[in-house]
Structures are given as C-alpha cells and as structure tokens.
C-alpha cells in the first residue's frame, strides 16, 4: 500500500520546515524499498495555491508539484511555517487545510504551520506546540488550543503539532514510525545520519508496533 504525502508550500516557507519531513518520507521510501522486495511505501508532492516558482524565506525558489485541488489525494497533510502572515489572509488555503484534514489521516504542522492549523479549527481544545519565539503569539491569537512548550512534537491522532524547523524532522520519525513501525523509523534516522529525538507527546493511542505496512 502506498501512502500519499502532501506538503503545502506558499511564499516565505521556511525552507527546512518543508524539505526536512520531505526528505525523512523520501528517505524512509527509499529504506523500504530496499529492505521490501522494492515496494513503493510514501510518495511525496509539493502544493501550493498556484502554480509558479515559489519563493521561500531564505530566498530560495521551489516549484510545486500540484495545486489546491478539491479533492486531493492526501493521507498526510504536512503544514509548515515560516512567515505565515500572508497565507493566514488567504481563505482559500486555509479552507483548503480545513477541507483536506477532513479525510487525511494524519494532519501535521511545523513550526509556525500550526497557526494555519488554528485558524482552520484544527487545533480547537488540543494541546499543541510551535515554534518558541511564536508560542505567546499563538496562546494570544487562538485562545481555545493549549500551547505547550515542552516537547519536540505533541501528537493528539489525527493532529500532530511540533516545534521549529529541525523538530519537524523529529515530528516525520514519529509520523514513520506511527504508519510503518519503529524499525523503519529507526532505519530512516540512521540512514540520515540523524539523532532523532523521540521525546515527543504521544497523545494518539498508537504504538511503537502498531505500523502495519513495514516487514524487513
């Protein structure tokens, strides 16, 4: 079974918010392909609201896969961040978020994604986390969602939330192992050569053994 992840980009995206979980699901691709008689596990696209060179916040462009389709084909939605002051001001993105996290499986932000997640109502009654220099900001903003400051990544099932730029690479682990099992999570963090925090806030009832679709 192939799952499909669709990562949102817009203008100032913070350039690792997208490409780290882009490279943890690529990467993670590659392993089980290796490992599982070539089986393809996650394939991954870039969305945005138009198509066109996309500029990021440091300056560079990137040209998405696909745009803001109505019926996207999406198991999991990754939001990031960056300077998201502009794209809170487009109802069609953030309906679009709304829209697709009704049947995605896993809904997840980086960083300051997660306020396009609060403004989407995603985030309503849940604890969440973003960026640290961003977490007052947020409280003031979305008073109905509980921001927390003392994990990587909080997964509430649905909903994972995680913290600045390099946390999201920690949060797509997680996400790994949660659809895939800890051995190819493990597998993907080492071909990365990453340290992978795994101190995160696991809220979803899922296991360390509950990926179903791994087998070395």
Same mark, same amino acid.
């Given at each position: 079974m192939m799952?499909?992840i669709?990562?949102?980009? %817009?203008?100032?995206?913070?350039i690792?918010?997208? #490409?780290g +979980?882009y490279?943890?699901f690529?990467?993670?691709?590659?392993?089980y392909?290796?490992? !599982?008689?070539?089986?393809?596990?996650?394939?991954?696209?870039?969305i945005?609201?138009?198509?066109?060179?996309?500029?990021?916040?440091?300056?560079? $462009?990137?040209?998405?896969?696909?745009v /803001?389709?109505p019926?996207?084909?999406?198991?999991? /939605?990754?939001?990031?961040?960056?300077? &998201?002051?502009?794209?809170?001001?487009?109802?069609?993105?953030?309906?679009?978020?709304? *829209?697709?996290?009704?049947?995605?499986t896993? *809904?997840?932000? &980086?960083?300051?994604?997660?306020?396009?997640?609060? $403004?989407?109502?995603?985030?309503?009654?849940?604890? !969440?986390?973003t960026?640290?220099?961003?977490?007052?900001?947020?409280?003031? #903003? %979305? +008073?109905?969602?509980?921001?927390?400051?003392? !994990?990587p990544?909080?997964?509430?099932? $649905?909903?994972?939330?995680?913290?600045?730029?390099?946390a999201?690479?920690?949060?797509? /682990?997680? /996400?790994?192992?949660?659809?895939?099992?800890r051995?190819? !999570?493990?597998?993907t963090? $080492?071909?990365?050569? @990453?340290?992978?925090? *795994?101190?995160?806030?696991?809220?979803?009832?899922?296991?360390a053994?509950?990926?179903? @679709? %791994?087998?070395?």
């Amino acid at each position: 079974m192939m799952l499909s992840i669709g990562i949102l980009i %817009f203008d100032d995206v913070e350039i690792l918010d997208f #490409s780290g +979980p882009y490279e943890v699901f690529s990467t993670a691709a590659r392993v089980y392909a290796r490992l !599982a008689t070539a089986q393809t596990l996650f394939r991954c696209f870039l969305i945005a609201d138009e198509m066109r060179p996309i500029r990021t916040r440091g300056g560079m $462009k990137v040209l998405p896969d696909c745009v /803001l389709l109505p019926s996207a084909d999406i198991d999991v /939605l990754i939001v990031p961040g960056g300077d &998201v002051s502009e794209v809170l001001d487009n109802p069609a993105v953030i309906n679009w978020i709304r *829209t697709q996290a009704r049947d995605a499986t896993i *809904t997840a932000s &980086v960083c300051t994604g997660a306020f396009l997640l609060a $403004k989407a109502g995603l985030l309503d009654g849940l604890h !969440a986390t973003t960026h640290w220099q961003d977490q007052d900001d947020m409280r003031a #903003s %979305f +008073p109905a969602v509980t921001v927390r400051q003392d !994990a990587p990544w909080i997964d509430c099932g $649905k909903v994972v939330t995680s913290a600045g730029i390099a946390a999201g690479i920690d949060m797509s /682990l997680h /996400l790994v192992e949660r659809l895939a099992g800890r051995q190819l !999570a493990n597998a993907t963090a $080492k071909q990365m050569e @990453y340290r992978w925090n *795994t101190h995160g806030t696991d809220n979803s009832a899922q296991t360390a053994d509950s990926g179903l @679709y %791994f087998a070395a």
